[in-house]
């Protein structure tokens, strides 16, 4: 069709991308003015080896990176600060931006903990002043109602990836605007790992095919990327979307609910991975009850410490909605596995999920429907009195294991926050 | 100096009833009394039925973390730290 030479978006740029900058680390320097202005990172751990999850701005001038070993930073610059995440603080500070964003437009989408996208299409012709204004006025906003240490960088464009490639040209407290007009002369300053969803192995295959900048791939025709390049219909999308088409606006549905923990105190006690996967149990099926499903599959992943893998899902006869339903599932899975060796990391996730109303009920297991009501009873009771007031026996001693964590990227995560 | 304390302190706050805020402005921890003059960053939260309320406030020389349990109006001091490590 259409695609023999597709022009440049020409409409009005009405998407905008708000990213707030370092937010873990200025959450914390919002929270202890002490630390303001000072080299700071969060990390999972406050070890040599914990994993620096986010530097504050002042940190990042000294070439310390999100990823790094906490040692690591510190080799860079000796004096750093480190502090463990507040996750409680980082969700407030979220739902406190999506609060704000909800005023400006009906589409508001947070992409992950610290991004929230907002979609003015629906409200464009209400809309009677510059989105360079409304942005203007949302980072004030930003100071005033969340803190006046919160910086963030907006970025606007005619679809999610160009209001996204916007709002990293400049940080910290960035404002940009990528239009038709200016497109060329933005890619031209870039490279192809600095657009967003093009990696390193994106990069190698576009250079086998020639594509080594920004510009080449905006120029390259809809066959090379589609039949060549990426082989499939990615390379449409990418045609697409650099041409500032919006083709990212979709919302998947959520097909599994996971949880994993990497062991502080790595083992090989059978009796203790049971107990973190009870727990890690507890923790899905409070979030698959939430959400009103229950799930037929279950799937075990293994880390050990030689890093070897091993992992397995199986689908059960009986769809799983209580804790007992998915820890004895769990339990199956995990105990095919071959070796006994020790674990580093245990994930467990269930999948096929159907509405817990609609699952059958068993012919033969009488006491399933009361398993139900007991499961039901015991979340009514988390809900009044708080999370893990009441446990399986298994969990006892677990109090301060799988600790609660803010995935990366985390938009599923989101949901829970907000059914909450 | 960072130190998670976790100890009931004993707290004077001001209520105006204009904006229904509740601030800290003094609080008495370990003999020692520390005027509070700043807010840095108030959060509820939801603990089951229960509302959490966690101040974060600062003197001249330190920042302290404040939690006020509204069901039994304990008021506990977290943490605190001067900013230097």
Known sequence: METADLPLNHNKPLVMHIDLNSCFA??????????????????????????ILAPSIEAKRFGIKTGMRVMEGKHLYKDLIIRTTDVQLVRDVHVRLKRITRDYSTIVSPKSIDEVVIDFNPVQIVIRRPLTEIASEIKA???????????????????????????????????????????????????????????HRYQARLNINGIFTPLQLLDAPLDLLKKQVFQSITGFYWYRRIRGY??????FLRKSYGQDYALGKQTSDPEELSRILMKLCEK??????????????????????????????????????ATRDLYRGA????????????????????????????????????????????????????NKYGEFSITPALMIGLDNTVIDRI?????????????? | MHE?????????????RIKGTVIPKRIKWQGRIYDITKLSYYKPERVGRNIVHTFHVSNEAMD???????????????????GNS
């Not at chain 2, 404040?66 to 506990?76: E, I, Q």
């Open chain 1, 141 to 199: 906003r930003i100071k005033k109602e969340i803190g006046e240490w919160i910086v963030c960088s907006v970025g606007i464009g005619t679809n999610r990836f160009l209001a996204k490639t916007a709002a990293g040209l400049h940080k910290p407290n960035g404002l940009d605007v990528i239009n038709h007009q200016n497109i060329r002369h933005i890619y031209s300053k870039l490279k192809l790992v600095d657009l967003n969803g093009i990696n």
């Open chain 1, 407 to 420: 995935a990366f990227g985390a938009v599923k995560e989101l949901e829970d926050l907000y059914l909450k």
């Open chain 2, 64 to 82: 302290f973390k404040l939690r006020l349990d509204s069901y039994t109006l304990h008021w506990t001091l977290i943490e605190v730290t001067d």
């Open chain 2, 4 to 16: 998670f304390i976790n100890e009931k302190i004993s707290v004077v706050t001001v209520y105006d």
């Open chain 1, 284 to 321: 899905m099926g409070r979030r698959l009850r939430r959400s009103s499903k229950a799930a037929n599959g279950i799937h075990i992943a293994i880390l050990y410490n030689d890093y070897s893998f091993w992992h397995r899902q199986s689908l059960m006869n009986q769809p799983m909605y």
């Open chain 1, 246 to 251: 919006e083709i990212d606006n979709v919302e």
């Open chain 1, 26 to 51: 200025t959450a914390m320097q919002q929270a202890f003015p002490h630390l303001r202005g000072k080299p700071l990172a969060v990390a999972a751990y406050n070890s040599p080896r914990g994993c």
């Open chain 1, 331 to 382: 339990q199956l899975v995990f105990n095919q596995q071959p070796y006994k060796k020790v674990v580093a990391k245990l994930s467990v996730a269930c999948y096929d999920l159907i509405p817990s109303a609609k699952s059958q009920l068993s012919l033969f297991d009488e006491g399933d429907d009361k398993l139900r009501k007991v499961s039901d009873a015991m979340d009514s009771i988390n």
